[in-house]
């Protein structure tokens, strides 16, 4: 590029570089963008998504497993904090409080009959 405008220079010729030349300079990197997108960031926005509506239609009764390794069974949905009580331990009746967030899969889901049993026997 520097050696055709030096040659263009010395003949004196004043020309524009052409626009056609410029769009194909950046051709390569909107490739890859395009590339990166479709690649990375498209795939982690639809996963994302997923989590999320895994998150929004947790129920009291569905068993889950956390990110920390915690399973146990849905007991409270605590909407207003953003949080969960979990039953551990059925012997002992053990309850944890975790952040919504730290739910990393739900196990097995309970059926709204059942959740609706289950919420009238406690």
């Known amino acids: 590029m520097f050696s055709l405008l030096m040659d263009t220079a010395a ?3 004043s020309a524009q ?3 056609s030349g410029g769009l194909l300079g950046f051709l390569p990197f909107i490739l890859m963008f395009a590339i990166v997108y479709f690649l990375m960031i498209r795939p982690q926005q639809k996963k994302q998504k997923e989590v999320q ?4 239609e947790l129920n009291v009764g569905d068993r889950v497993i ?9 007991v409270t949905i605590k909407k207003d904090k953003n949080s ?3 039953r551990v331990d ?3 009746n053990t309850k944890i409080e975790f952040q919504r967030n730290a739910i ?4 097995s889901k309970v059926d709204s009959k059942e ?3 289950s919420e009238k026997n406690q």
Do not use: D, R, Y
């Open 53 to 56: 509506k895994m998150l929004n």
């Open 17 to 19: 570089p052409s626009q």
């Open 11 to 13: 003949e004196g010729v």
């Open 104 to 107: 990393s899969a739900v196990i």
């Open 90 to 92: 059925e012997a002992t």
């Open 66 to 74: 956390t990110s920390g390794g915690m399973i146990g069974k849905i």
């Open 115 to 117: 959740n609706e049993e």
């Open 84 to 86: 969960v009580v979990i």
